[in-house]
């Protein structure tokens, strides 16, 4: 399974490897190796190379040069290096192709050019860009064709975050490993087709995987012929408040009925629905394959488990009884809000799963959105380890950790802006942990399918007008192709 590292990581593992033999000289020149071979650049084509003063802009004084000994049109726009390595490269440069070279100050538009190599700044920069950095990155955009060394320079290569401007690469080569900034809050807008090189770097620290089609399929255990439907596990949704009729209905969609409701159409033998017992009558006749209860029958039944919190409203009753109730548990939505009130009640939830968008998750933590999004992989391993949880934080990529493990969820898209697609996500993790799939595995495999089947979508609808029930009643192909190797 592919990975992704941390700018810290990622020097730790650079200077490890330079401690070992191999010297900044030599991995420049495997950067740029791996670069001038990603490039498909033909020899008509007018290339230029912008640098910066780092060791990013090393990589491309050293692109430069390979391409020019071979006949490339070249230009390069560039800053006297800082270190002895990129400094190197751009001494050679300088002696043998001075008329190649001209100083990043007199850069101007770009757009003549087939191919622009962006090599201006590396993983390190933190904070906001100063004004003649924002010039020279607003005049690489004015290129059509631009590649991005390691990340798109702008682009915080953690969090994800763009300063005032970044790159808006067509490609990315990522250094040995992505890092969690291709991925996180900008990273997927501005990193464009975003692939790898192997430079030999041996790479130490926390390593956040990226989930998989071989992995997800792997959780799902082959079926013996010799089962019922009590092999698969009684799954319980339990949602809605008398005020929530249409958050009910759609809770009912992501997790019951094979007609539509998607619990059963990823696995579980039997599908319950709590729902306020004054909704009864309002829910018979639409529902053909589950079990519909009032939730003052909730102890009546024994569970396998179960997703809470889809339009229950501020029920401190219900969430009392809810966190009581001895399975494991999806905890969504209005569930979590009342944990916001009532942290108290975490130490009920050992083992649940706890799905926050950051808002929600702010709540928990009692700080400020762009707080978390600053460090979201850090205070979600925090929060799962404290609390003994899984934690789901929801995002353009889905950060999905236990404290000890960590996976990034890179499918879907804004298709799932959706209301309703949170409820839609609990109701399938909830059908997994009821078949006794963990709920690490449980979450990390109902994120990756509902994103997968909100891409598959697109075959035949727009992102605009996706809706989560076409998720719910897609989801079952989407395990289908997974399961039979086809995804």
């Not at 950095?133 to 064709?145: E, L, Q, R």
């Not at 808006?168 to 900008?186: C, E, P, R, V």
């Not at 978390?372 to 003994?388: D, G, R, S, T, V």
Request: hydrophobic share 40%; net charge neutral.
């Amino acid at each position: 399974m592919e990975y992704a590292i941390s700018s810290e990581s990622m020097k730790l593992s650079d200077n490890l490897t330079i401690k070992n033999g191999v010297s900044a000289i030599k991995l420049m020149d495997r950067v740029a190796h791996a670069l001038f071979c990603s490039m498909n650049a033909n020899k008509t084509d007018k290339i230029a190379i912008v640098c910066g003063s780092g060791n990013n802009g090393g990589d491309g004084y050293c692109l430069a040069i390979k391409l020019l000994n071979e006949g490339y049109n070249t230009q390069v726009y560039g800053k006297l290096p800082k270190t002895d390595s990129a400094k190197y490269y751009y001494d050679i440069l300088i002696e043998n192709f001075s008329n190649n070279f001209c100083d990043i100050d007199k850069m101007l538009n770009l757009s003549d050019f087939d191919i622009v190599v962006d090599c201006l700044l590396g993983i390190g920069i933190k904070g906001e860009l100063s004004t003649e950095y924002i010039d020279y990155i607003n005049i690489i955009n004015t290129a059509k064709n631009i590649i991005s060394c390691d990340i798109a320079s702008g682009l915080h290569s953690d969090n994800g975050h763009k300063s005032l401007v970044a790159v808006k690469a067509n490609k990315t080569l990522a250094i040995q490993s992505f890092k969690t900034g291709h991925f996180l809050a900008d990273g997927k807008d501005m990193s464009g087709n975003l692939c790898k090189c192997d430079i030999g770097i041996e790479v130490v620290g926390d390593k956040y995987f990226i989930v998989d089609s071989e992995f997800v399929k792997n959780c799902f255990p082959q079926r013996t012929y010799n089962t019922h439907k009590g092999s698969f596990g009684r799954c319980g949704i339990i949602a809605c408040s008398d005020n929530f009729v249409g958050s009910g209905k759609l809770a009912l969609a992501s997790s019951t009925a094979i007609l539509g409701e998607c619990a059963m159409r990823t696995g579980c033998g039997y599908s319950y629905l709590f729902v306020p017992d004054k909704m009864l009558p309002y829910m018979w006749g639409s529902v053909t394959h589950s079990c519909i209860f009032g939730q003052s029958e909730l102890l009546n039944h024994k569970l396998d488990a179960v997703a809470f919190g889809m339009g229950v409203g501020d029920n401190a009753q219900l969430c009392e009884q809810v966190f009581d109730y001895p399975c494991p548990k999806v905890i969504d939505a209005d569930a979590i809000n009342f944990l916001a009130k009532h942290k108290k009640y975490l130490s009920k939830l050992s083992g649940s799963v706890l799905t926050p968008h950051p808002m929600e998750f702010s709540r928990l933590l009692n700080i400020s959105v762009s707080e978390i999004l600053q460090n979201p992989i850090p205070y979600a391993i925090n929060f799962a380890k404290e609390n003994n949880v899984v934690l789901l934080l929801k995002g353009a990529t889905t950060i999905i950790t236990d404290g000890v493990q960590t996976y990034l969820n890179i499918t879907g898209n804004s298709g799932l802006a959706k209301g309703g697609s949170g409820d839609v996500l609990a109701g399938i993790i909830a059908s997994l942990m009821s078949q006794k799939i963990s709920p690490i595995k449980a979450t990390i495999s109902a994120t990756f399918l509902m994103g997968k089947t909100c891409e598959n979508l697109t075959e035949s609808k727009t992102e605009y007008s996706i809706l989560p029930i076409d998720i719910a009643n897609s989801v079952g192909d989407t395990l289908s192709k997974i399961i039979n190797g086809k995804i």
